[in-house]
């Protein structure tokens, strides 16, 4: 496998909306996104399955977002995994690694610009020992109460490679 080949795309739909402070399913000129609101910290969980040709490295998360309405200030995201895998992880518990961030990244001078940012992961426990053909759950959260950036964040994508 060559090194930077995606092994997922996650879309807002691929997301759930967690019990609280969960990130808003909404639209934008009929491109589905989630909102994240700018003063609570809100996140979205999807449910993956690694693939079978992850070699065992690390992965970089790339995170495509844009802003509802602001042009200035900065803007914080967390990505965490959970593991489950193979008899690895009692499902009624969240048991999500430490989170791993991208801070103080300016926003788009214009609204509704997308901008890609990246959040690197050492193989391990940055991502809760995630390996091939097991199932992983990754948390994407912003870190409204670190950022400064007004008005709603809105997630279009998700993508994990390996590098």
């Not at 996650?10 to 700018?38: C, E, M, Q, W």
């Not at 969980?45 to 040709?53: D, E, F, N």
């Not at 965490?80 to 989170?99: H, K, T, V, Y």
């Amino acid at each position: 496998m060559a090194s930077s080949d995606t092994l997922l795309i996650l879309t807002p739909h691929s997301f759930i909306k967690p019990s609280s402070n969960g990130a808003a399913y909404s639209s934008r000129n009929a491109h589905p996104v989630l909102a994240y609101d700018d003063t609570t910290n809100e996140n979205a969980i999807a449910s993956c399955l690694m693939p079978q040709h992850y070699a065992g490295g690390g992965v970089t998360v790339y995170l495509h977002y844009s802003m509802a309405s602001t042009t200035t200030g900065t803007v914080d995201w967390d990505v965490a995994f959970e593991r489950i895998g193979d008899q690895q992880l009692d499902i009624d518990a969240d048991s999500f690694a430490s989170a791993q961030s991208v801070d103080d990244t300016t926003v788009p001078g214009t609204s509704g610009f997308v901008d890609v940012v990246s959040v690197a992961f050492t193989d391990g426990a940055q991502m809760d020992s995630v390996a091939a053909g097991e199932a992983f759950r990754i948390k994407v959260t912003r870190d409204a109460a670190a950022d400064d950036a007004t008005g709603d964040a809105e997630l279009h994508r998700v993508e994990i490679r390996e590098t």
